[in-house]
Each structure stands twice: as structure tokens, then as C-alpha cells.
């Protein structure tokens, strides 16, 4: 099955693309352009990808369109992959030691999708550097051309306001999410849903 996954440079970027973007349909000359690679590889990879299930075609005024498969088998661990190796999360992790010690990490996987949302992107706990945090954040939202929800806190106000049940710690941290750092069964204990 991870032969299917990983074969390709080309593949990489093309998985980057779909999983790491709101737009739901792309054409061939819009993923060639947006990946930088030539145009036949491009195919060859949306053709094996099609083959696998990974994604799927169809025609819309004579265009031949690709959207990835939310139902294929390997979905989530892949968005989590790119999630954890490009933009925000990876910008998190490569800088990861001039940010302090971080404690937990997380993006909402609506984040992902580009949905507008009054609910926090990224929550950050532990004893955060907030320059070098906020510079990271303001690069991505210059490249996203969007603006990022994000609440930090360190360890003791996070164990704090999730044993007094703090409405709004308890919504980010149950929302679907990514753990950039941290894990998520120890984000989630001691918290009775």
C-alpha cells in the first residue's frame, strides 16, 4: 500500500497541492503551474493517482478537472503528513527550537479548508517565544492572503481553564484538529465531554 503513497517527487507536490489548499477542483495546466513540474509527469501521477483512488476526474466545458477523494482510505494520514511538512505546521516544527519549549500544537483541520470560522486555527501552549510565533504567523497569512485565529497560553493556564471547563478552551481543543507537537490523548485528558 505505501508503494502507491510515496513514488514520486512529482506525486509529493501534487498531494501538497490538493491537501494543502481550499480550492476544491483543479485543471492539469493549473497543478503543472502550481507545482513546477513538467506536464506529461503531471498526468502520469493523476493517472496512477486515479487508478488508486486518490483522486477523481471529471469533465466540466470540454476540461478535464481532479479533486482528492475526502473518502480515500488514506485521507486523514495524509493530510496530517502535509499538514506537519508544509506552511503553518511545518513552519512550526523547523522552527520549532527558537519558539520555546512547546508543550502542544494544534490546527484545526477546518483550517485546511479555508472555512471562515470565529474558532481558533492554532492553539500553542507552553512557554512560546511570541515574537518568533508571531512572525511565523504573519508570513503564512501573507502567503494565505487570510487571517489567522490563533490563542497561546502556557501550561498552567491550560490545565487551569480545562479543569474549570472553560467554554472556550473546551470548543478548540474537542473541534477536529491536527497535533502539529504534543499528543492528543494527553491534550485530551481530564477533559469530560
Known sequence: ?????????????????????????????????????????????????????????????????????????YHKELLNLVAKSTGLGGAILKNKGKLGRIKYAMLATRYFKNQPSDNVDLLVVGQIVLPELQAIIADEQVKRENEINYSFMDEAEFQFRVKRRDPFILRVITQPKIMILGDEEDLLSGVVI
Open 1 to 73: 500500500m505505501l508503494e502507491e503513497l510515496f513514488v514520486s517527487r512529482v506525486r509529493v507536490k501534487i498531494l501538497q497541492l490538493f491537501l494543502s489548499s481550499s480550492d476544491g477542483l483543479f485543471h492539469v495546466r493549473e497543478i503543472v503551474r502550481r507545482v513546477s513540474e513538467e506536464i506529461n509527469a503531471v498526468r502520469r501521477e493523476l493517472a496512477r493517482m486515479e487508478k488508486f483512488g486518490m483522486v477523481s476526474s471529471e469533465w466540466r466545458a470540454n476540461r478535464r478537472l481532479y479533486h482528492f477523494r475526502k473518502d480515500y482510505i
